[in-house]
């Protein structure tokens, strides 16, 4: 399980410029599950990173 610390890392990741692949990669992360991520926090529902399920 992810926490909502790891995923706003991620976050900050791609804000630092790293693609999804790079950072999927760093965090050993599937690159669809930073992807769906990163879409969440793009569509304005930042509360959504700390969902589980």
Known sequence: ?????????????????????????????DDDTVYQWHRRWIDGRPARLSEFG
């Open 1 to 29: 399980m992810h926490g909502p610390a790891r995923r706003a890392h991620l976050i900050l990741l791609l804000d630092d410029g790293l693609s999804v692949l790079e950072v999927a990669r760093l965090m050993y992360l």
